[in-house]
């Protein structure tokens, strides 16, 4: 169990964080990380039972689900024109994070309705309508909702096509309405979403939030607070801390905004007060994740929590999930669920049997926080040498893999897997089963396989590492950290154009440079307040893989992509995948960061250790022409 001592600060905490999820106001909206609903009017339930009178019509729906006590709510949008005795195929669809469902037609479900699918958008669990608190896909609660929902669809919708005994069905969405399809995809015993096609959708929650031990806590923040943190001035008039908790949680859990539920707000909020994420908090989230079905996991105890309520486990151990063709797309720019995640689940459900494809493009989960988003970074380019403003990540792209519209190819899909006219998806995608890799805007190359490794480069560095000097050493420039041989390291300057797409190896073996505990005798591992004060072995270090085109002063990261690595020792790890076209005469670096905005709470602590030297090499995928099939698309 958790040590109870601090328990008020934990639970105050949280507590804190569920107001602010809440908002100032009981109206919708909040941040959609992905693609959200519209909320206009709602045209209410349908009031002619024939179906084919009913053809182009809409309705809301209420499914109630009796193992789990929610009720799911869902617009029904009838195909635009039925006739007596065809059947047609469903497809699903669902919201991001903070969205709602779609209670009037989008133009590609418009588009889907008029080629003769049933289309239904379904408000998730705690979000729009849907009853119940957020707990971010649990398969008891989420998983069980989701085919509460198919069971509705096959025993209401009447002219629905079936296929070898199962109906068809299809979906798609992005970011937690790409998790919805995945989990259903696996948890569902009588599989009968066979065909997806999710977007910057992650493989294992554990790696998204916490990757390498490090919280990231600048999404963590923007995921429990839902877009909105207001300013909050508390007062306790002489209450107690349990008895303030009990009141600030009963009036965030009144709101509808955004239903979090304390057991997710407490993970993050407790890992945000003791700098890492409890064993608990960390089960659930594997729980919570794809990888637990694809790697038939046995989910962890989640007894340690204060007020959260742990999940049953009743998809204990994972099943693995079963044939379906996927349509997987994903973000280089994404820093929340990044290329990594779409590899994981490309390769997981390539081992399952179905047809999968993989493409990739600019945009994602992207908080443009940057100069570069006010037109200003090349114009203050010379004042780089001196000093660094730091940003979140610059501005994504489009919905596209070079010339490729992913929405055509969503919808040639779609006609190829569930109507069975292939000649759709080849005029829409005409690489086949070739991997897309978007390096910018309009431009893209195809691959048989993304790269891992790469040409090696040697690491000698030195780096500041606690929260005051990481701070402070973050907002230098090129001319003072240079000269020092501290935070860049120039790798190579290419001779001629290049193209760096893959995933890059890292192996680095990270020391002190001084530490005070070492000099005063005593033990590494001492702890005075465990995640409080400074144990004097907590280095956090984030790598990132930069490029310096020619004539420029700053450093760019790569894809805005960084890499933590926490603790002393040697680690051997993946970076986050990357892809970007080089002009010759780009110089190529490994910069290192003791804080960036990304992870704006999650630093060391470690007062003790002022700096740290990294030592070994790192891998780059800087692919020649026999690793391309296609360049340009």
């Given at each position: ?45 349908p ?20 193992s789990?006590?929610?009720t ?9 024109t ?7 195929p469903?497809?699903l ?28 958008s ?6 729009g309508?849907?009853?119940g ?8 609660f ?13 025993a209401n ?6 296929r070898?005994?199962r ?19 696996a ?7 066979r ?5 910057i959708?992650p493989h294992?929650l ?11 806590s ?8 839902g877009?909105?943190?207001p ?8 209450a107690?801390?349990?008895?303030l908790?009990?009141?600030?949680v ?6 509808q905004?955004?239903?979090?539920d ?10 945000a ?10 089960n ?5 994740s ?19 309520t742990p ?8 099943t693995?999930?079963?044939a ?22 490309y390769?997981?459900l390539?081992?399952?049997g179905?047809?999968v494809?993989l ?7 992207v908080?443009?926080a ?20 730091p940003?979140?990540?610059d ?14 190819v ?9 109507k ?17 890799l ?32 990481g ?8 001319q003072v950290?240079e ?11 290419v001779?001629?154009?290049r ?11 990270v ?11 005593l033990d ?12 004097g072995c ?9 490029q310096?085109p020619?004539?420029q002063q ?5 894809d805005?992509?960084?890499t ?16 970007e ?6 110089e190529?670096?490994l ?11 999650t630093?060391s ?19 020649g ?6 360049d340009?698309?």
């Amino acid at each position: 169990m958790r040590d109870l001592s601090v328990r008020p600060l934990i639970t105050a905490l949280a507590a804190l964080f569920l107001l602010a999820a809440c908002g100032g106001g009981s109206g919708g909206g909040g941040l959609s990380l992905g693609p959200g609903g519209d909320n206009g009017g709602d045209p209410g339930d349908p009031g002619n039972p024939d179906p084919a009178s009913r053809a182009g019509e809409s309705y809301r729906q209420a499914i109630q689900v009796p193992s789990t006590g929610d009720t799911l709510i869902a617009q029904v949008f009838e195909p635009t024109t039925v006739t007596e005795g065809e059947t047609y195929p469903l497809v699903l669809h669902s919201h991001g994070y903070g969205g709602s469902r779609n209670v009037t037609p989008s133009d590609f479900q418009q588009r889907l309705r008029d080629a003769g699918y049933y289309v239904i958008s379904f408000d998730q669990r705690g979000f729009g309508e849907s009853s119940g608190t957020v707990r971010i896909q649990s398969p008891d609660f989420e998983g069980l909702d989701l085919i509460a929902l198919l069971d509705w669809t096959e025993a209401n919708l009447e002219q629905l096509a079936y296929r070898d005994g199962r109906m068809v069905v299809g979906s798609y969405g992005g970011s937690y309405g790409g998790m919805y399809q995945v989990l259903l995809a696996a948890a569902d015993p009588e599989q009968r979403l066979r065909v997806i096609a999710p977007d910057i959708t992650p493989h294992d929650l554990t790696f998204s939030l916490n990757p390498g031990g490090a919280i990231k806590s600048g999404w963590a923040l923007a995921l429990i607070a839902g877009g909105e943190l207001p300013l909050l001035g508390l007062a306790t008039g002489g209450a107690g801390p349990e008895a303030l908790v009990d009141e600030l949680v009963t009036l965030a859990l009144e709101r509808q905004n955004l239903r979090q539920d304390p057991l997710i707000v407490e993970i993050l909020a407790d890992g945000a007060l003791t700098n890492r994420l409890s064993e608990s908090g960390r089960n659930l989230l594997a729980y919570h994740s794809f990888r637990h079905f694809c790697d038939a996991q046995v989910a962890g105890p989640q007894d340690g929590f204060v007020v959260g309520t742990p999940d049953p486990r009743a998809f204990s151990p994972g099943t693995p999930p079963p044939a379906v063709d996927a349509l997987i797309t994903q973000g280089f720019k994404d820093t929340l669920f990044n290329v990594n995640e779409a590899l994981e689940n490309y390769s997981c459900l390539r081992q399952a049997g179905g047809d999968v494809r993989l493409l990739t493009h600019q945009t994602g989960h992207v908080l443009p926080a940057s100069l570069e988003t006010l037109g200003l970074e090349d114009p203050l380019d010379p004042f780089y040498a001196a000093i660094n403003p730091p940003a979140f990540q610059d501005s994504g792209g489009s919905f596209s893999c070079g010339g490729l519209d992913l929405d055509d190819v969503r919808f040639g899909w779609f006609e190829a897997k569930l109507k069975r006219d292939s000649a759709a998806l080849d005029s829409a995608l005409p690489i086949g089963d070739e991997i897309c890799l978007s390096l910018a805007e309009g431009d893209a190359i195809t691959v048989d396989e993304v790269a891992a490794g790469g040409t090696s480069f040697d690491l000698t560095m030195t780096t500041e590492t606690n929260s005051l000097t990481g701070v402070l050493a973050s907002l230098a420039g090129g001319q003072v950290l240079e000269p020092l041989e501290l935070g860049t390291t120039l790798l190579t300057t290419v001779d001629q154009p290049r193209i760096l797409a893959g995933v890059p190896r890292l192996s680095v073996t990270v020391d002190p440079v001084i530490s005070l505990l070492g000099d005063l005798g005593l033990d590494c591992a001492l702890e005075v307040l465990p995640g409080l004060l400074p144990t004097g072995c907590d280095p956090i270090l984030l790598f990132a893989v930069v490029q310096r085109p020619p004539g420029q002063q700053r450093w760019d990261m790569v894809d805005d992509q960084l890499t933590p690595v926490r603790g002393f020792d040697t680690h051997e790890l993946d970076m986050v995948a990357i892809a970007e076209r080089l002009p010759a005469g780009t110089e190529l670096g490994l910069q290192v960061f003791g804080f960036h905005p990304q992870y704006p709470v999650t630093l060391s602590r470690d007062l003790l250790v002022p700096a740290v030297t990294t030592e070994g090499r790192v891998q780059l995928p800087l692919l020649g022409p026999g690793d391309i099939v296609r360049d340009g698309i």
